[in-house]
């Protein structure tokens, strides 16, 4: 995927599909965690602190068949649908490649929770 500038820019760049999936998940984050969403590596990245990457919350990337989706403290979630594969550290998500692959409660659960939690990480 060619570099982009602004979040915006790079949404605009998917495919139909996947773009259709960013745009969902996209309103369910900025419900959750508004005015927080950057370009962090190359890739939209929603955070807490003053900075991009700074308190880091969840992220989204596309790939040729997905959109990854998950947090950088997904381990620390309550998942009891099981859809959340483990990752690297502390890191958990799941792969989209429709829009009727959202649940719009159960993401807006988890990005609850990680917003929870990683504001408890500041106190």
Not at 60 to 68: F, P, Q, R, S
Request: glycine content about 8%; proline content about 7%; some cysteine.
């Amino acid at each position: 995927m060619a570099k982009h500038a602004t979040l915006d820019e790079y949404l605009a760049a998917l495919p139909a599909a996947q773009q259709e999936i960013a745009d969902r998940l996209r309103s369910l984050i900025d419900a959750a965690l508004p005015g927080t969403g950057a370009l962090w590596h190359g890739h939209p990245v929603w955070s807490l602190g003053a900075a991009p990457g700074k308190n880091p919350v969840c992220y989204l990337k596309a790939y040729t068949g997905h959109v990854a989706f998950g947090f950088w403290r997904g381990q620390d979630l309550t998942d009891p649908s099981g859809r959340l594969e483990n990752g690297a550290r502390r890191m958990a998500g799941l792969k989209l490649r429709t829009p009727a692959d959202i649940d719009p409660d159960l993401v807006s659960d988890w990005l609850h929770q990680a917003r929870n939690l990683e504001q408890s990480n500041d106190n």
